[in-house]
């Protein structure tokens, strides 16, 4: 059964900072999803990564997959104050079409 | 229309009532999700339809829940004798067919309040 692991699941933060967002899964994914949720908003889709090594890269915002290590990132390069929000993670396992969420990072960047 | 649609978007309804939550997918999308999300979580899947197949209805967390997908396009969730612990927000999602590498539309969600 494929469990999703989100950390941290808070980060406060400085404009201008860089941070990383950990996402673990617990078995064999074939494709790993980035979401953004900002208050009381639905979900936008950022990065969808299908294959291991896979790096794909939007503003300030890169997302990386590790498929041996079982660990995407999302990383964030100089940080505005237009990027806070909470960040999802989703893996689907393979042969499944559900999508297994993580807990979301809530994410303040203070100005 | 350009993207997917729910209503109502907030819903407030005695304990016990039956609500009804609409979610209109994009054109042509055959697959769709309904998920929750209660306050600060993340999201508990409860249904899936594609096309004409089955659903699977893994995910609904009582036999108070039901959905239905009329034609292939609109779904309606029918939560029954609704109870406090129901108070979240719905997420519908559709794709073009499952496992779509592009990924998911969300729509906005309908808030359900139970008091």
């Known amino acids: 059964e494929l469990k999703v692991e989100q950390n941290p699941l808070f980060l406060s933060m400085q404009e201008g900072k860089n941070y990383t967002i950990y996402c673990n899964y617990s078995t064999t994914s074939d494709r790993l999803y980035w979401y953004r949720q900002d208050p009381g908003k639905s979900l936008e889709s950022l990065f969808v990564l299908l294959s291991n090594g896979a790096v794909k890269q939007e503003g300030r915002l890169m997302a990386s997959l590790d498929t041996k290590a079982r660990l995407s990132t999302l990383h964030i390069t100089a940080a505005v104050h237009d990027l806070s929000a909470t960040y999802f993670c989703a893996g689907s396992p393979i042969s499944g079409y559900q999508l297994i969420w993580g807990a979301g990072t809530k994410l303040i960047i203070k100005p | 229309g350009a993207g997917v649609s729910q209503s109502p978007s907030n819903k407030v309804t005695e304990k016990g009532k039956d609500v009804e939550l609409r979610c209109d997918p994009i054109?042509?999308?055959?697959?769709l999700y309904w998920y929750r999300q209660s306050l600060g979580q993340g999201l508990e899947f409860l249904i899936y339809?594609?096309?004409?197949?089955?659903?699977?209805k893994s995910g609904l967390p009582s036999d108070r829940f039901s959905a239905e997908r009329t034609g292939g396009s609109v779904s309606t969730l029918t939560i029954q004798r609704t109870q406090q612990e129901d108070s979240a927000v719905y997420l519908c999602?559709?794709?073009?067919?499952?496992?779509?590498?592009?990924?998911?539309?969300f729509g906005s969600g309908t808030r359900l309040t139970v008091v």
């Open positions: 339809f594609q096309g004409n197949s089955a659903p699977d």
């Open positions: 054109s042509g999308h055959t697959a």
């Open positions: 999602a559709s794709s073009p067919r499952e496992r779509q590498g592009a990924g998911y539309t």
